[in-house]
T-cell receptor, first 112, second 114 residues
């Protein structure tokens, strides 16, 4: 079956620090990969996605590259802001399934 | 993209009662889903809401506890029946169109059962 493993949190960084949140996956076939963000008290928002190997998804300064050889989709940002404090979820869709499989989520807190 | 609204946004309910959550999408969508997010946890799929037929439930979820309706392509309801404190969670509706790689989420319904 499909599964997503995320770096455990919580992660606490100072403003302008470099962020990496690791994500690896197991899937049948060729999955599409996603990062979702959940700000405090809100629902999920799609942050970025990649649908095939070597694709790079990017949005709001965040980036993630679909690495088939390492089955990974790590999220990075060069300089985080306080407003980036949220929970980040890695997820995939694969095969005939149309629903998302989520990782456990990583809580990020950015301090001023 | 699709804009999804949910009602109610939050509720506090007594043990043994039932709550129906509504999900409205601003455009016709192919797939609609219901997820549960227990406190501090990730999202777990409850079921896929099928238009005009019975929902498809994931392992561990049953129709008697979580009846779902989807009368048309833009609307679905989830009922949490005979609630207990263990049902306290955020319930999220999501939807996708012809492009299954785009899935959008509602803001969630935060349920507390006393």
């Amino acid at each position: 079956g499909n599964s997503v493993t995320q770096m455990e949190g919580p992660v606490t960084l100072s403003e302008e620090a470099f962020l990496t949140i690791n994500c690896t996956y197991t899937a049948t076939g060729y999955p599409s990969l996603f990062w979702y963000v959940q700000y405090p008290g809100e629902g999920l928002q799609l942050l970025l996605k990649a649908t095939k190997a070597d694709d790079k998804g990017s949005n709001k300064g965040f980036e993630a590259t679909y690495r088939k050889e390492t089955t990974s989709f790590h999220l990075e940002k060069g300089s985080v802001q306080v407003s980036d404090s949220a929970v980040y979820f890695c997820a995939l869709i694969s095969g005939s399934a149309r629903q998302l499989t989520f990782g456990s989520g990583t809580q990020l807190t950015v301090l001023p | 993209s699709a804009v999804i609204s949910q009602k109610p946004s939050r509720d506090i309910c007594q043990r043994g009662t039932s709550l129906t959550i509504q999900c409205q999408v601003d455009s016709q969508v192919t797939m609609m889903f219901w997820y549960r997010q227990q406190p501090g946890q990730s999202l777990t799929l409850i079921a896929t809401a099928n238009q005009g037929s019975e929902a498809t439930y994931e392992s561990g979820f049953v129709i008697d506890k979580f009846p779902i309706s989807r009368p048309n392509l833009t609307f679905s309801t989830l009922t949490v029946s005979n609630m207990s404190p263990e049902d306290s969670s955020i319930y999220l509706c999501s939807a996708s169109g012809q492009n299954y790689n785009e899935q959008f989420f509602g803001p969630g319904t935060r349920l507390t059962v006393l």
